[in-house]
């Protein structure tokens, strides 16, 4: 009786640490997904806006890809990534503010912006890796996301305009 009672303890334990299992490999793929997605959206609507302040013109943002991230995100982010999440877009909201109404045209407005932009992004990646594994180590600069200032300042400088923008 005693066998029969161990086995069936051992069954049950097992199941139990295999779904947890289950359950950890299932949210970290899904993390993972949604912070690509994020990113991928977050460097869409960062270039766009940064484009257009450059080019002077309104930007042309399409917000579905960025809104679905969010809700995306949202499902299944560590509670640092989704403080960081939510900074991003209350920098983004700032940079779109300088839009309304009129055209930028003043390099220093989009200073700081870009600075909390590029602090903002940076707080992510480091809070993505952080959730799907404690032991990444924090980086002081990633690759992607706001290009360095002094790539903005010196089109912006040259006053140049790529081709195919108006």
């Known amino acids: 009786m005693g066998g029969i009672a161990a086995t069936l303890v051992g069954v049950v334990a097992g199941g139990v640490v295999g ?3 289950q359950n950890r490999q299932w949210l970290q793929e899904s993390r993972t997904a949604a912070y690509e997605k994020f990113l991928q959206a977050f460097g869409a609507v960062e270039m766009e806006l940064r484009e257009a302040f450059v080019d002077r013109r309104v930007p042309a943002v399409d917000w579905e890809p960025f809104n679905a991230s969010l809700q995306s995100i949202s499902l299944v982010a560590s509670q640092d990534a989704m403080t960081a999440v ?6 983004i909201e700032e940079f779109t503010i300088l839009f309304h109404g009129r055209q930028p045209t003043d390099l220093e ?13 940076v707080r992510f990646v480091n809070a993505a890796r952080r959730s799907l594994d404690p032991l990444q180590e924090n980086l002081i600069r990633t690759q992607g996301g706001p290009s360095p200032w002094h790539g903005v300042e010196s089109v912006w400088a040259r006053g140049e305009r790529r081709p195919g923008r108006v």
């Open 86 to 91: 939510n900074q991003i877009c209350d920098v």
């Open 109 to 121: 407005e989009l200073r700081p912006i870009h600075t909390e932009l590029c602090e903002a992004h």
């Open 19 to 21: 779904r947890r299992g």
